[in-house]
């Protein structure tokens, strides 16, 4: 039986991945890592835990001294999600996200070095590309140009990660994936917070003109990719994700506001978010042609079907409204400290 270390597990996309390779994988054992921070969510993670397979450790990934006994368990790989996500939240201040984003990966490195991990996914983004005119793609050969202290930190991890393969030789990996929307994402981003706004009778606030493009891709297809890297991926590769599917927030907006039975009135303008990136378009053929991914779900459905979860699921994110969610892991295991380590 073979065992992963999952970082970042009790956030959006790590708690799907999780859920993704229990599911998937019957022979695969994984400690899912979080340092529980305003982002990591272990309710998200709830129906995981009866499963013998699963194991959680809560942990910051720059406290080597936390991290080491999880690695002293034999890995067969790492995938690492733990990161401060937020784009708006690094424009505030950009100290956690060089702490965890950068700092934090090279702890991780050193650990997964020093134990001969077999493999090390690094979980990246597009935006470490910068921002696109109105046509092209970003390759996996575009020059990183972050705008962001968020894509800044997270491209620094990129590099990191390289200089690890040339000079240590250590089998990593990196995927660069575009905008994710789908069930457990925490309502500060896009998509949950126009739904749970609406739901909650509040407008929506589109930044700028509202004609910022992104590519927006299920978190079931992005979890899909990184398992097809994590076992074909060559190491030392990029692989770039997407879900070819390119639109301005303006018509994300009109979506789920008509879905959910209001009119472009709900919408507030507000002022640009600083360093805005214009747009981003993902040119995602090495994946296609060397391991075979495409993404499956189809963004008018996914979004859809992503709006109704939020409507079905209003307990769970009512809990974050308020901050109860915060109390869940105390209730689980009992106050501070680390568990689930196995010596
Ligand atoms: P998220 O903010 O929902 O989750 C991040 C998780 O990391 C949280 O559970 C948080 O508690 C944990 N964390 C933060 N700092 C930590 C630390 N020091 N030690 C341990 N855990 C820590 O983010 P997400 O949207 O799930 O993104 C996951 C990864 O995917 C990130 O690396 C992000 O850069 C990348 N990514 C996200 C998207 C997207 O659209 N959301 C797209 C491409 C790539
Ligand atoms: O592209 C991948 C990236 O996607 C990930 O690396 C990041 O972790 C993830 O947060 C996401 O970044 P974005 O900045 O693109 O996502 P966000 O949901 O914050 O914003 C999407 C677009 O919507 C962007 O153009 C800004 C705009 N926006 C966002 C918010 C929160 C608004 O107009 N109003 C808002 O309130």
């Known amino acids: 039986m073979s065992k992963i270390l999952v970082t970042g597990a009790a956030g959006f996309i ?193 930044y700028g003109d509202g004609l910022n493009v992104r590519d927006w891709i299920h978190v079931q297809d992005h979890c899909e990719a990184i398992l097809a890297v994590l076992d074909r991926g060559k190491p030392g590769g990029v692989y770039n994700i997407g879900g070819e599917s390119e639109l301005p927030n303006i018509e994300i907006a009109r979506r789920i506001l008509h879905y959910l039975g209001h009119d472009d009135s709900m919408i507030e303008y507000v002022k640009d978010r600083p360093g805005h990136d214009r747009r981003y378009a993902m040119d995602i053929t090495r994946i296609g042609d060397d391991l075979g991914w495409q993404p499956r779900i189809d963004s008018q459905e996914g979004i859809i079907e992503t709006i109704d979860w939020y409507v079905a699921n209003e307990n769970w994110w009512r809990r974050i409204k308020t901050g109860e969610y915060l109390t869940y892991y105390d209730k689980q295991y009992g106050p501070g400290g680390v568990v689930g380590v196995e010596e």
Request: charged share 20%; hydrophobic share 40%.
């Open 14 to 206: 790590g708690s799907n991945f999780v859920r993704y390779l229990l599911r998937e994988r019957p022979d695969v054992r994984v400690i899912a890592l979080d340092a529980l921070t305003y982002a990591g969510n272990l309710e998200s993670l709830s129906d995981c835990s009866c499963d013998p397979r699963f194991r959680f450790v809560r942990g910051d990934i720059c406290d080597a001294g936390v991290v080491a006994p999880v690695f002293r368990e034999h890995l067969d790989a790492v995938v690492n999600f733990a990161a401060e996500s937020h784009v708006d939240r690094s424009i505030m201040g950009a100290q956690e996200f060089v702490r965890t984003n950068f700092v934090g990966v090279q702890v991780l490195l050193d650990l997964a070095r020093e134990h001969a991990v077999g493999r090390f996914l690094q979980v990246s983004t597009d935006e470490v590309y910068g921002s696109l005119g109105p046509t092209g793609k970003f390759t996996e050969n575009t020059p990183i140009a972050p705008s962001s202290p968020y894509s800044a930190s997270k491209a620094a991890a990129d590099l990191l990660v390289h200089a690890y393969r040339t000079t240590f030789g250590l089998p990593t990996l990196i995927t660069r994936c575009s905008n994710n929307y789908g069930p457990f994402q925490f309502p500060e981003k896009l998509i949950p917070l126009f739904v749970t706004n609406l739901l909650a009778g509040q407008k929506v606030p589109l």
